[in-house]
Nanobody, 122 residues
Framework: QVQLVESGGGLVQSGESLRLSCAAS????????IDWYRQAPGKQRELVAS???????TYADFVKGRFAISKDEARNTAYLQMNDLNPEDTAVYFC????????????????WGQGTQVTVSS
């Protein structure tokens, strides 16, 4: 059974950094693609950053230059490095990933992590 488990959230002050992790467990063989979303109280979930097949990355304008996606394929773990955080970044952050579940035919599984709370105080 494949699962995505997130970690790394917490309470920080403005200007500080956090690194979120999204670990794929089960019989997986790396990431095909991964997206990070966030949802603040009373707001819709919004896309923060994406890493597509082939490694190209895109970022929402409100995090460009501050956030960065990376992946450790050996650990089946993706990261979202968040620098220079501000109170507007306060939200629950979710990963949504497509992971390979078959080496031979390239089959993938898609799912969501459980979310991790990020709170930034001013």
């Amino acid at each position: 059974q494949v699962q995505l488990v997130e970690s790394g959230g917490g309470l920080v002050q403005s200007g500080e950094s956090l690194r979120l992790s999204c670990a794929a467990s089960g019989r997986v063989f790396g990431f095909y693609a991964i997206d990070w979303y966030r949802q603040a109280p009373g707001k819709q979930r919004e896309l923060v950053a994406s890493s597509a097949y082939g490694g190209s990355t895109t970022y929402a304008d409100f995090v460009k230059g501050r956030f960065a996606i990376s992946k450790d394929e050996a650990r089946n773990t993706a990261y979202l490095q968040m620098n220079d955080l501000n109170p507007e970044d306060t939200a629950v952050y979710f990963c949504n990933a497509d992971v390979y579940i078959d080496r031979d035919d390239g089959s993938t599984w898609s799912g969501w992590g459980q979310g991790t709370q990020v709170t930034v105080s001013s």
